[in-house]
């Protein structure tokens, strides 16, 4: 049977481009009878700098968040990542797996150098964690948007040459991305970067939580280009592309039906309609999200639970681990 595994930072509320790229697919898998976990990767979010009482509170704004789109906890596991000490003893043991030139030519690692002065160890070995978390978990398939395939790959190489070394122990997992450009939801305001969190540019990225009025603004600001009709080209005209795509994932049309009916607009009109639909969209997870916050305590019991399922799996696969490296004395 599929072990489906995924992540997510608790940066606050999700922005678009999770919960296109990746979220959705969560919860369609959950729907589809799959085991799916979903870790809350607190651990990983300390690789920067960051602000305690804000990382507390993003952790429930998260948890809350995916509860709002549809992760259920009685058909997924759901928890945060610190509660599972077994994972970064693994994480050591997987370390000293893997090497530092394949670690430093990560894309995801050269861009976070980029914003501070000495890099920290822990943002080195940030994808060898993400690894454990995968590896731990036994997990067959992880899914991902697509800035995180190299990441992937590095989960893959680890299992092979554990498996190789000590046994025939993890699946190689595989990545499930997104088809087409939802795999990749783009910046409103740089076209020509991912949408993300750590953009500084608030107009840039549109989070679930965003007020209508919010979401219209930034639709509304968007960067485009010089054509005012509304046409599909994600090589030639990025932006007006990337709403056709935002576009016809929130309303379920294809993309060809979304610029069929565009074709009477230009694009400040279209830009109307797209904030119509997300906001539409997006109104009632909003609502839901709300409902999930001033019910703290269930939040976290039901993580609690999450938690105590996801340590079952990582005390096993942890003690057959030490047992084939020779590690200790018992067994
Ligand atoms: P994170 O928290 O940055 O993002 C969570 C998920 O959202 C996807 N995503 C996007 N998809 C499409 N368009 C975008 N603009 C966009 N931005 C983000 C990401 O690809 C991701 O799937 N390292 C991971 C978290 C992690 C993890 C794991 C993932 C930790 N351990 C184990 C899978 C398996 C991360 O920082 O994702």
Known sequence: PRKIFSGIQPTGSLHLGNYLGAVRRWVRLQEAHDDVTI???????????????????????MAATLLA???????????????????????????????????????????????????PLGLFVYPVLQAADILLYK?????????????????QHLARTYNSCYGETFPVCEAI????????ILSLQDPGQKMSKSIGDLLATINLADS???IT?????????????????????????NLVTIHSQVTGQTIKSVVDEATTLDTAKYKERVAEAVIEHLSPIREEIKHHLARRNEMIHLLEV???????????????????LGLGTSG
């Open 306 to 324: 999450g938690a105590s399922k996801a340590r079952q799996q990582a005390q096993h696969t942890l003690s057959d681990v030490k047992q084939r």
């Open 39 to 61: 870790s809350i990767v607190d651990m990983h979010s300390i690789t920067m700098p960051h602000n305690p009482p804000n990382l507390r509170e993003n952790i429930f704004v």
């Open 217 to 241: 603004k930034k639709i509304n600001s968007a960067v485009t280009d010089f054509t005012s009709d509304i046409s599909y080209n994600p090589n030639k005209r990025p932006g007006v592309s």
């Open 139 to 155: 997990a067959t398939h992880v899914p991902v948007g697509a800035d995180q395939l190299p990441h992937i790959q590095l989960a």
């Open 69 to 119: 789109c549809g992760i259920d906890p009685e058909k997924s596991t759901l928890f945060v990542q610190s509660s599972i000490p077994e994972l970064t003893e693994f994480n050591w043991i997987l370390s000293s797996l893997s090497t530092m030139p394949r670690l430093a030519q990560l894309p995801q690692f050269r861009e976070k150098t980029r914003l501070v002065k000495e890099i």
């Open 177 to 184: 991305v997104e088809n087409g450009e939802a795999s990749r």
């Open 212 to 214: 209508p009025d919010l």
